[in-house]
């Protein structure tokens, strides 16, 4: 089985607009782009944005990015939580950050979520929709929320936090037919997360990413690879991901982000049944290493993020 690079700078350039052009992959029937409604574990960072921090806590007027912590994004959320200096504080000034990793108790997120606070707003959260889950659900939500922070409060990467600049995060992937914008191909239907389901024909990969000091676009290196298996990632080389045109879509919790890289792959003569795995690799200037998402240490979740599968 092979994986071919299609590099094309003529859809490159196409895509500045972000303009669909005449495609013969048009006629073929896709449902309107729809956000992962597939629940990813509580276990992950990703998991707790998408189950807890964006549909209770990113509400209008609250953590929507009205003020920090900001829960609209993935990243969002993970930059202004860990290791992030509180901004409000008890009377005795106990908490420097609002996330500690391996400190649940020492982290003012849990003692906000657990305890009045005096001169706050009261015990979070405040405001709930009508259709929220979390008074079903508020003790196992605490418990999840507890345990990631007692874990070492790692990213949705597997990844430990560190004082200062973060590493880059891919926040969303959408496959796409080549030339094209979306909408965006759909993952698989089945129970757990599934792998997004692609024709063996060209296709676009358009990756979100997000970083606490640099803008993707400035990345310095840009590179991906597309491999037939978890163990063949060290031989496959590294392909270009295209920068200067963007488009928009939903990151894997849902919320609506823009997408800043493009990766042309050319799928034909792949057979059903076949799996392609995805990684991205950028680096934002500020690390001594490239990073690459996902990676080996990444849960069988997170790299289902970023698996392909011809039906």
């Known amino acids: 089985m092979r994986v071919l690079i299609l590099i094309n700078l003529s859809t490159a350039l196409a895509l500045v607009a972000c303009k669909k052009e005449e495609n013969p992959f048009d006629a073929i029937e896709r449902p309107a782009e729809e956000p992962v409604t597939q629940l990813l574990p509580l276990s992950n960072f990703a998991g707790l944005h998408q189950r807890i921090f964006r549909p209770t806590c990113a509400v209008s007027g609250c953590h929507d990015g009205t003020f920090e912590p900001e829960f609209r994004s993935i990243a969002g959320a993970y930059n ?23 400190d649940a108790q020492g982290s003012f997120l849990h003692e906000r979520l657990t305890a009045f606070v005096p001169n706050t707003s009261g015990i979070m959260p405040l405001d709930l929709l009508q259709d929220s889950d979390w008074p079903a659900n508020e003790q196992a939500y605490i418990a999840a929320i507890t345990a990631w922070i007692a874990g070492g409060a790692l990213d949705m990467y597997g990844q430990p936090p560190s004082v200062g600049n973060q590493r880059p995060q891919a926040v ?46 400035a990345f310095a290196h840009n590179t991906f690879r597309a491999a037939p298996s978890l163990a063949a990632f060290p031989t496959v080389p ?15 919790s849902g919320a609506t982000v823009t997408f800043t890289h493009r990766a042309a ?13 995805v990684r991205a690799y950028v680096d934002d200037g500020d690390h001594d290493t490239v990073t690459e998402v996902p990676n080996d240490g990444s849960s069988t979740e997170v790299v289902t993020l970023f698996t392909l599968r011809i039906p």
């Open 80 to 102: 202004s939580l860990v290791l992030h200096p509180v901004t409000a504080n008890d009377p005795q000034q106990s908490f420097t950050y609002r996330v500690v990793p391996g």
């Open 172 to 217: 969303g992937l959408r496959a796409v037919p080549a030339g094209t914008t979306g909408p965006a191909y759909p993952r698989a239907s089945g129970v757990g997360l599934q792998p997004i389901e692609v024709p063996a024909a060209p296709i676009d990969l358009w990756f979100a990413f997000v970083d606490d000091a640099t803008a993707p676009a």
């Open 238 to 252: 590294e392909q270009p991901l295209h920068t200067g045109s963007t488009c928009a879509g939903t990151d894997f």
């Open 265 to 277: 792959l050319d799928l034909t003569g792949m057979n059903s049944g076949s799996t392609v795995f």
